[in-house]
């Protein structure tokens, strides 16, 4: 019988690891649980309704409400050399099937993950990218230092010009994402990085694609 685990995303941090923050898995909706009297938190899991952590310093097992942070509560104390927890619940049947990756994995090839509408969807572990069925995982493709490497899909490589142009090439887009913003004292290197504009044809190539060198007028010599 194929495993499932409930899970939800949690954060560590960013205030010196002395924060717990619950999101939903695409990283909207931040709630700050806790940010008081954590001095050195070492791990922490979630089970039901709770957020469970270690913290080592005071060698202790507290536990909060997982939604609002409030009901916190000492569960065990005077623990030492404990770095890590894990919660495992058995699962009833009929949840089980009703999971919508309880059948053939959701028909994925590795990671099936629930949605809140009763849906799935695949993902895959690193090193490997989600083919254009949506399925299943396969190696990423090999391009060149020349290329962009969509994400998915069945164009695997594009020139590099072509990432961040304004114009989705590849199938799943992803040659127009996280493109950067330059600034407007920046120039916009071909490539999508940005780079200081007074370094347009100034005679030494700044940008990875040298494109700030290109189309210039004057003919530098660099020495
Ligand atoms: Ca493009
Ligand atoms: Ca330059």
Same mark, same amino acid.
């Given at each position: ?63 909060? /409400? ?129 780079? /200081? ?8 190539? /700044? ?17």
């Amino acid at each position: 019988m194929p495993r499932i685990v409930k899970c939800c995303h949690l954060t560590i941090g960013p205030k010196l690891m002395q924060s717990y923050i619950s999101c939903f898995l695409p990283g909207a909706n931040r709630i700050v649980l806790q940010d008081s009297n954590i001095l050195q938190p070492m791990g922490l899991t979630v089970l039901r309704d709770h957020l469970y952590w270690i913290d080592r310093q005071q060698q202790m097992i507290e536990r909060v /409400d997982k939604l609002t942070g409030e009901g916190r509560t000492r569960i065990q104390g005077r623990i030492s050399y404990l770095t890590s927890i894990h919660a495992a619940e058995e699962i009833d049947p009929q949840e089980f099937a009703s999971h919508p990756c309880s059948r053939d994995n959701g028909g994925c090839s590795h990671i099936c993950i629930a949605k809140g509408d009763g849906t799935s969807t695949c993902s895959c572990p690193m090193h490997l990218v989600l083919l254009q069925d949506l399925l299943h995982c396969g190696e990423p493709p090999t391009c060149s230092t020349e290329q962009f490497t969509c994400s998915t899909g069945e164009i695997g490589c594009i020139p590099m010009a072509w990432r961040c142009d304004g114009f989705p090439e590849c199938d799943d887009g992803s040659d127009e994402e996280n493109c950067p913003i330059c600034s407007a004292f920046q120039l916009q290197c071909d490539e999508g990085s940005c780079i /200081d504009a007074q370094k347009r044809c100034d005679g030494v190539p /700044d940008c990875p694609d040298k494109s700030d060198e290109h189309e210039c007028n004057s003919t530098f010599t660099h020495y």
